[in-house]
Protein backbone atom coordinates (compact mmCIF):
# COMPACT_ATOMS: atom_id res chain seq x y z
CA UNK A 1 0.00 0.00 0.00
CA UNK A 2 1.28 3.19 -1.13
CA UNK A 3 2.71 5.25 2.12
CA UNK A 4 0.43 8.80 3.05
CA UNK A 5 1.42 12.07 2.15
CA UNK A 6 4.69 12.94 4.29
CA UNK A 7 4.73 9.27 5.26
CA UNK A 8 2.29 9.00 7.92
CA UNK A 9 -1.86 9.38 8.41
CA UNK A 10 -2.57 12.00 10.66
CA UNK A 11 -4.98 11.70 13.06
CA UNK A 12 -6.29 14.90 15.20
CA UNK A 13 -8.89 13.28 16.85
CA UNK A 14 -9.69 14.12 21.06
CA UNK A 15 -9.08 11.85 23.59
CA UNK A 16 -12.25 10.65 25.12
CA UNK A 17 -11.46 11.97 28.58
CA UNK A 18 -9.98 15.77 26.71
CA UNK A 19 -13.17 15.66 24.75
CA UNK A 20 -15.48 15.63 28.15
CA UNK A 21 -13.46 17.70 29.94
CA UNK A 22 -13.97 20.46 27.17
CA UNK A 23 -17.14 19.93 26.12
CA UNK A 24 -18.62 19.75 30.25
CA UNK A 25 -17.82 23.90 30.59
CA UNK A 26 -16.95 25.01 26.66
CA UNK A 27 -17.93 28.53 27.75
CA UNK A 28 -14.01 28.84 29.94
CA UNK A 29 -12.74 28.88 26.29
CA UNK A 30 -12.66 31.58 24.04
CA UNK A 31 -14.55 30.42 20.43
CA UNK A 32 -15.21 31.75 16.66
CA UNK A 33 -17.53 30.52 14.69
CA UNK A 34 -16.39 28.48 11.05
CA UNK A 35 -18.45 28.12 8.12
CA UNK A 36 -19.48 24.99 6.76
CA UNK A 37 -16.45 24.93 4.53
CA UNK A 38 -13.93 25.44 7.40
CA UNK A 39 -15.80 22.74 9.44
CA UNK A 40 -14.82 20.61 6.27
CA UNK A 41 -10.66 21.60 6.18
CA UNK A 42 -11.45 20.75 9.97
CA UNK A 43 -12.34 17.00 9.45
CA UNK A 44 -10.16 16.26 6.75
CA UNK A 45 -7.09 17.37 8.88
CA UNK A 46 -8.64 15.14 11.41
CA UNK A 47 -8.88 12.69 9.96
CA UNK A 48 -6.02 12.72 7.12
CA UNK A 49 -7.21 13.67 4.32
CA UNK A 50 -4.60 16.75 4.40
CA UNK A 51 -1.81 14.63 5.21
CA UNK A 52 0.61 15.85 6.41
CA UNK A 53 -1.41 18.73 7.96
CA UNK A 54 -1.86 18.84 11.98
CA UNK A 55 -3.60 21.87 11.73
CA UNK A 56 -3.82 25.76 10.29
CA UNK A 57 -1.13 27.22 8.48
CA UNK A 58 1.40 28.84 10.86
CA UNK A 59 3.66 31.60 9.02
CA UNK A 60 6.51 29.93 7.76
CA UNK A 61 4.33 27.39 6.11
CA UNK A 62 2.14 29.72 4.97
CA UNK A 63 4.89 31.78 2.96
CA UNK A 64 6.52 28.64 2.00
CA UNK A 65 3.30 26.95 0.56
CA UNK A 66 2.59 30.85 -1.30
CA UNK A 67 5.82 31.28 -2.86
CA UNK A 68 7.40 27.86 -3.52
CA UNK A 69 4.22 25.75 -3.60
CA UNK A 70 5.63 23.67 -0.20
CA UNK A 71 5.55 23.30 3.28
CA UNK A 72 8.87 24.86 5.00
CA UNK A 73 10.34 21.46 5.06
CA UNK A 74 10.11 20.76 1.69
CA UNK A 75 7.15 18.46 1.44
CA UNK A 76 5.08 19.60 -1.52
CA UNK A 77 1.93 21.46 -0.83
CA UNK A 78 0.21 23.91 -3.22
CA UNK A 79 -3.23 25.12 -1.31
CA UNK A 80 -2.91 26.64 1.77
CA UNK A 81 -5.28 25.36 4.62
CA UNK A 82 -5.93 28.38 6.59
CA UNK A 83 -8.04 30.12 9.53
CA UNK A 84 -8.77 33.57 8.90
CA UNK A 85 -9.90 35.68 11.77
CA UNK A 86 -10.84 39.40 11.85
CA UNK A 87 -7.78 41.50 13.63
CA UNK A 88 -9.74 42.68 16.59
CA UNK A 89 -10.73 39.20 17.20
CA UNK A 90 -7.05 38.10 16.75
CA UNK A 91 -5.51 40.52 19.28
CA UNK A 92 -7.50 38.91 21.79
CA UNK A 93 -5.72 35.77 21.37
CA UNK A 94 -2.39 34.25 23.02
CA UNK A 95 -0.02 32.25 21.47
CA UNK A 96 -0.28 28.57 23.32
CA UNK A 97 -3.83 29.69 23.81
CA UNK A 98 -6.88 27.15 23.02
CA UNK A 99 -9.54 28.23 20.62
CA UNK A 100 -12.70 26.66 20.24
CA UNK A 101 -14.18 26.60 17.24
CA UNK A 102 -18.35 26.31 16.67
CA UNK A 103 -20.50 25.13 13.93
CA UNK A 104 -23.99 26.41 13.01
CA UNK A 105 -25.74 26.65 16.59
CA UNK A 106 -22.59 27.12 18.14
CA UNK A 107 -22.05 23.47 18.30
CA UNK A 108 -18.35 22.73 19.22
CA UNK A 109 -16.39 21.13 16.71
CA UNK A 110 -12.64 20.85 17.24
CA UNK A 111 -10.11 23.15 19.92
CA UNK A 112 -7.24 25.26 18.18
CA UNK A 113 -4.25 25.46 20.48
CA UNK A 114 -2.91 28.98 19.14
CA UNK A 115 1.04 28.79 17.55
CA UNK A 116 0.60 32.28 16.34
CA UNK A 117 -0.89 35.39 14.49
CA UNK A 118 -0.23 37.13 11.27
CA UNK A 119 -1.21 39.15 8.59
CA UNK A 120 -0.69 38.47 5.17
CA UNK A 121 -1.39 39.94 1.63
CA UNK A 122 -4.63 38.79 -0.11
CA UNK A 123 -3.02 40.27 -3.50
CA UNK A 124 -0.25 38.31 -3.01
CA UNK A 125 -2.40 35.17 -2.19
CA UNK A 126 -4.73 35.30 -5.07
CA UNK A 127 -1.57 36.28 -7.24
CA UNK A 128 0.18 33.16 -6.06
CA UNK A 129 -2.47 30.15 -5.65
CA UNK A 130 -4.67 31.13 -8.46
CA UNK A 131 -2.51 33.50 -10.80
CA UNK A 132 -4.58 36.04 -11.02
CA UNK A 133 -6.20 38.92 -8.39
CA UNK A 134 -8.75 39.01 -10.88
CA UNK A 135 -11.96 38.98 -9.17
CA UNK A 136 -14.15 37.37 -12.11
CA UNK A 137 -11.94 34.33 -10.68
CA UNK A 138 -14.45 32.32 -7.94
CA UNK A 139 -11.67 31.70 -5.64
CA UNK A 140 -10.16 35.28 -5.95
CA UNK A 141 -13.12 36.99 -5.44
CA UNK A 142 -13.74 34.63 -2.53
CA UNK A 143 -10.16 35.39 -1.20
CA UNK A 144 -10.84 39.56 -1.18
CA UNK A 145 -13.46 38.58 1.19
CA UNK A 146 -11.62 36.89 3.81
CA UNK A 147 -10.62 38.44 7.26
CA UNK A 148 -7.06 40.34 7.76
CA UNK A 149 -5.31 37.89 10.34
CA UNK A 150 -4.44 34.43 9.94
CA UNK A 151 -4.34 31.94 13.13
CA UNK A 152 -1.95 29.19 12.82
CA UNK A 153 -2.00 25.75 14.85
CA UNK A 154 -2.89 22.41 15.44
CA UNK A 155 -6.44 21.61 15.56
CA UNK A 156 -7.84 18.54 17.81
CA UNK A 157 -12.03 17.24 16.89
CA UNK A 158 -14.20 17.27 19.38
CA UNK A 159 -17.42 16.22 17.96
CA UNK A 160 -18.05 14.95 14.31
CA UNK A 161 -21.07 16.88 12.70
CA UNK A 162 -23.26 15.26 10.87
CA UNK A 163 -22.46 15.16 6.56
CA UNK A 164 -24.46 14.89 3.74
CA UNK A 165 -24.29 11.61 2.12
CA UNK A 166 -23.04 9.22 4.56
CA UNK A 167 -23.16 6.29 2.49
CA UNK A 168 -21.19 7.29 0.46
CA UNK A 169 -18.47 8.88 2.94
CA UNK A 170 -15.01 7.03 3.93
CA UNK A 171 -11.79 8.30 5.56
CA UNK A 172 -8.72 7.53 4.36
CA UNK A 173 -7.86 4.77 6.50
CA UNK A 174 -11.48 3.36 5.77
CA UNK A 175 -10.32 3.73 1.89
CA UNK A 176 -6.98 1.93 2.52
CA UNK A 177 -8.69 -1.14 4.40
CA UNK A 178 -11.59 -1.33 1.47
CA UNK A 179 -8.73 -1.44 -1.28
CA UNK A 180 -6.61 -4.08 0.52
CA UNK A 181 -9.47 -6.48 1.37
CA UNK A 182 -10.32 -5.66 -2.60
CA UNK A 183 -6.66 -6.81 -3.47
CA UNK A 184 -6.55 -3.67 -5.52
CA UNK A 185 -2.55 -2.86 -5.37
CA UNK A 186 -2.64 0.21 -8.31
CA UNK A 187 -5.84 2.14 -7.50
CA UNK A 188 -6.21 4.75 -9.86
CA UNK A 189 -8.38 8.21 -8.20
CA UNK A 190 -10.66 10.25 -10.66
CA UNK A 191 -11.30 13.97 -9.24
CA UNK A 192 -14.84 15.36 -10.60
CA UNK A 193 -17.21 18.28 -10.16
CA UNK A 194 -19.26 17.33 -12.91
CA UNK A 195 -21.79 14.13 -14.58
CA UNK A 196 -20.41 11.87 -16.20
CA UNK A 197 -20.56 12.09 -20.32
CA UNK A 198 -19.22 9.35 -22.64
CA UNK A 199 -15.52 11.43 -22.49
CA UNK A 200 -14.98 10.82 -18.73
CA UNK A 201 -16.18 7.11 -19.07
CA UNK A 202 -13.62 6.81 -21.67
CA UNK A 203 -10.78 7.84 -19.30
CA UNK A 204 -11.56 6.00 -16.70
CA UNK A 205 -12.08 2.54 -18.12
CA UNK A 206 -8.92 3.57 -20.18
CA UNK A 207 -6.85 4.12 -17.00
CA UNK A 208 -8.77 1.58 -15.19
CA UNK A 209 -7.33 -0.95 -18.40
CA UNK A 210 -3.67 -0.67 -16.52
CA UNK A 211 -4.84 -0.60 -12.54
CA UNK A 212 -6.49 -2.95 -10.45
CA UNK A 213 -9.88 -0.25 -9.37
CA UNK A 214 -10.80 2.71 -9.95
CA UNK A 215 -11.93 5.12 -6.84
CA UNK A 216 -14.49 8.08 -8.18
CA UNK A 217 -14.11 10.06 -5.73
CA UNK A 218 -16.55 13.65 -6.60
CA UNK A 219 -16.35 16.66 -4.51
CA UNK A 220 -18.80 17.74 -2.41
CA UNK A 221 -18.91 20.93 -1.34
CA UNK A 222 -18.95 24.88 -2.38
CA UNK A 223 -19.30 25.31 -6.02
CA UNK A 224 -19.77 27.93 -8.60
CA UNK A 225 -23.23 28.79 -9.79
CA UNK A 226 -23.80 26.37 -13.10
CA UNK A 227 -21.81 23.92 -11.60
CA UNK A 228 -23.76 20.74 -11.16
CA UNK A 229 -25.88 20.06 -7.59
CA UNK A 230 -24.12 17.56 -5.67
CA UNK A 231 -26.94 15.26 -5.03
CA UNK A 232 -27.31 14.96 -9.00
CA UNK A 233 -23.65 14.47 -9.55
CA UNK A 234 -23.95 11.37 -7.41
CA UNK A 235 -27.45 10.17 -8.87
CA UNK A 236 -25.70 9.89 -12.42
CA UNK A 237 -22.92 8.01 -11.20
CA UNK A 238 -24.95 5.27 -9.71
CA UNK A 239 -26.55 4.76 -12.88
CA UNK A 240 -23.05 4.80 -14.47
CA UNK A 241 -21.79 2.26 -11.93
CA UNK A 242 -24.91 0.60 -11.93
CA UNK A 243 -25.18 -0.52 -15.78
CA UNK A 244 -21.10 -0.02 -17.40
CA UNK A 245 -18.73 -0.79 -14.53
CA UNK A 246 -17.77 -4.05 -13.05
CA UNK A 247 -18.52 -3.63 -9.41
CA UNK A 248 -15.43 -5.32 -7.63
CA UNK A 249 -13.31 -2.65 -10.11
CA UNK A 250 -15.08 0.71 -9.49
CA UNK A 251 -15.94 2.45 -6.02
CA UNK A 252 -17.37 5.72 -5.38
CA UNK A 253 -16.93 7.84 -2.56
CA UNK A 254 -17.30 11.56 -1.97
CA UNK A 255 -14.32 14.42 -0.90
CA UNK A 256 -16.25 16.64 1.48
CA UNK A 257 -14.39 19.94 0.05
CA UNK A 258 -15.00 23.19 -1.70
CA UNK A 259 -13.53 23.94 -4.91
CA UNK A 260 -11.00 26.38 -4.97
CA UNK A 261 -10.41 26.57 -9.54
CA UNK A 262 -6.80 26.85 -8.30
CA UNK A 263 -5.76 25.40 -11.68
CA UNK A 264 -2.22 23.63 -11.76
CA UNK A 265 -1.70 24.12 -7.67
CA UNK A 266 -5.03 22.69 -7.11
CA UNK A 267 -3.98 19.59 -9.54
CA UNK A 268 -1.09 18.71 -7.41
CA UNK A 269 -3.70 19.00 -4.27
CA UNK A 270 -5.80 16.97 -5.72
CA UNK A 271 -3.06 14.78 -6.21
CA UNK A 272 -1.77 14.86 -2.58
CA UNK A 273 -5.64 14.06 -1.02
CA UNK A 274 -6.24 10.80 -3.61
CA UNK A 275 -2.64 9.56 -2.21
CA UNK A 276 -3.50 9.75 1.07
CA UNK A 277 -6.80 8.12 0.32
CA UNK A 278 -3.92 4.95 -1.10
CA UNK A 279 -4.19 5.98 -4.66
CA UNK A 280 -1.76 5.09 -6.81
CA UNK A 281 -2.28 7.11 -9.25
CA UNK A 282 -4.41 9.75 -10.74
CA UNK A 283 -6.18 11.37 -13.97
CA UNK A 284 -5.28 14.57 -14.73
CA UNK A 285 -7.43 16.02 -17.80
CA UNK A 286 -7.57 18.96 -20.03
CA UNK A 287 -7.94 22.47 -18.00
CA UNK A 288 -7.86 20.25 -14.62
CA UNK A 289 -9.42 22.41 -11.43
CA UNK A 290 -9.57 24.92 -14.22
CA UNK A 291 -12.55 27.60 -14.45
CA UNK A 292 -13.03 30.32 -17.37
CA UNK A 293 -9.91 31.00 -19.45
CA UNK A 294 -7.85 31.71 -16.77
CA UNK A 295 -5.26 29.11 -17.42
CA UNK A 296 -3.64 27.17 -20.27
CA UNK A 297 -5.69 24.07 -20.88
CA UNK A 298 -2.80 21.53 -19.96
CA UNK A 299 -1.09 23.65 -17.50
CA UNK A 300 -2.48 21.45 -14.97
CA UNK A 301 0.29 18.79 -16.72
CA UNK A 302 3.07 20.76 -16.35
CA UNK A 303 3.14 21.84 -13.18
CA UNK A 304 4.04 17.52 -12.55
CA UNK A 305 7.38 18.06 -13.59
CA UNK A 306 7.79 20.47 -10.55
CA UNK A 307 6.95 17.95 -8.44
CA UNK A 308 8.94 14.72 -9.23
CA UNK A 309 8.86 13.75 -5.34
CA UNK A 310 5.18 13.81 -5.43
CA UNK A 311 4.89 10.08 -4.71
CA UNK A 312 1.92 9.02 -6.92
CA UNK A 313 1.31 8.69 -10.64
CA UNK A 314 -0.26 11.05 -13.06
CA UNK A 315 -2.35 10.05 -15.90
CA UNK A 316 -2.30 12.74 -18.11
CA UNK A 317 -5.41 12.80 -20.77
CA UNK A 318 -5.67 15.61 -23.65
CA UNK A 319 -8.63 16.32 -25.88
CA UNK A 320 -11.06 13.20 -26.43
CA UNK A 321 -14.15 13.32 -28.47
CA UNK A 322 -16.67 11.19 -30.41
CA UNK A 323 -15.34 10.28 -34.05
CA UNK A 324 -18.43 8.99 -36.64
CA UNK A 325 -15.46 7.78 -38.68
CA UNK A 326 -13.65 5.76 -35.82
CA UNK A 327 -17.07 4.35 -34.33
CA UNK A 328 -16.54 6.18 -30.77
CA UNK A 329 -14.66 8.02 -28.31
CA UNK A 330 -10.91 8.87 -29.05
CA UNK A 331 -8.32 11.49 -28.97
CA UNK A 332 -5.85 12.86 -31.43
CA UNK A 333 -3.49 10.28 -30.92
CA UNK A 334 -5.68 7.61 -32.42
CA UNK A 335 -7.67 8.98 -34.77
CA UNK A 336 -6.67 10.40 -38.51
CA UNK A 337 -10.14 11.44 -39.20
CA UNK A 338 -10.80 15.63 -40.16
CA UNK A 339 -12.64 17.56 -37.48
CA UNK A 340 -15.83 17.51 -39.59
CA UNK A 341 -16.41 14.10 -38.08
CA UNK A 342 -15.45 14.72 -34.63
CA UNK A 343 -18.15 15.58 -31.86
CA UNK A 344 -16.02 17.37 -28.54
CA UNK A 345 -17.10 16.78 -25.01
CA UNK A 346 -17.86 20.08 -24.78
CA UNK A 347 -19.51 20.67 -20.76
CA UNK A 348 -21.30 24.53 -22.11
CA UNK A 349 -22.70 22.41 -25.05
CA UNK A 350 -24.20 19.86 -22.95
CA UNK A 351 -25.39 21.90 -20.15
CA UNK A 352 -26.92 23.96 -22.79
CA UNK A 353 -28.82 21.20 -24.32
CA UNK A 354 -29.69 19.77 -20.54
CA UNK A 355 -31.07 23.32 -19.52
CA UNK A 356 -33.69 23.33 -22.76
CA UNK A 357 -35.01 20.18 -21.74
CA UNK A 358 -33.29 18.27 -24.42
CA UNK A 359 -31.33 14.60 -24.02
CA UNK A 360 -27.68 15.32 -25.38
CA UNK A 361 -26.56 13.08 -28.45
CA UNK A 362 -25.91 9.46 -27.32
CA UNK A 363 -22.35 9.96 -29.02
CA UNK A 364 -21.61 12.19 -25.84
CA UNK A 365 -24.25 11.27 -22.79
CA UNK A 366 -25.58 7.26 -21.39
CA UNK A 367 -29.32 8.52 -21.79
CA UNK A 368 -29.67 6.71 -18.41
CA UNK A 369 -27.16 9.48 -17.12
CA UNK A 370 -29.13 12.52 -19.05
CA UNK A 371 -32.56 11.12 -17.39
CA UNK A 372 -31.07 11.53 -14.29
CA UNK A 373 -30.40 15.36 -14.63
CA UNK A 374 -33.62 15.92 -17.00
CA UNK A 375 -35.96 14.58 -14.36
CA UNK A 376 -34.52 16.66 -11.02
CA UNK A 377 -36.29 20.04 -10.79
CA UNK A 378 -32.86 21.97 -10.61
CA UNK A 379 -29.74 20.25 -11.48
CA UNK A 380 -27.34 23.05 -11.20
CA UNK A 381 -26.08 25.28 -8.65
CA UNK A 382 -27.76 28.72 -8.12
Request: proline share 7%; glycine share 8%; charged share 25%.
Amino acid sequence: MIRPHGGILIERVASEEKRSEILSDPRKYKRIAIDREKVQDVLNIAHGVYSPLTGFLAEVDFQSVLLEGRLADRTAWTIPIVLDVPKSFADTLEDGEELLLVGSEENPIALLHVKERFAYSRDQYAEYVFGTTDTAHPGVEKTFTMEDTLVGGDISLLTEPPLPFPEYTLRPKETRVLFKEKGWRDVVGFQTRNVPHLGHEYIQKTALAFTDGLFINPVVGRKKPGDFRDDVILATYEQLLDHYYLKERAVLVVLHMEMRYAGPREAIFHAIIRKNYGCTHIIIGRDHAGVGNFYHPFAAHDIFEDYPDLGIVPLFFESFFHCSRCGGVTNQKTCPHDPEHRMSFSGTKMREILKSGNIPPSELMRAEVSRVILEHPNPFVE
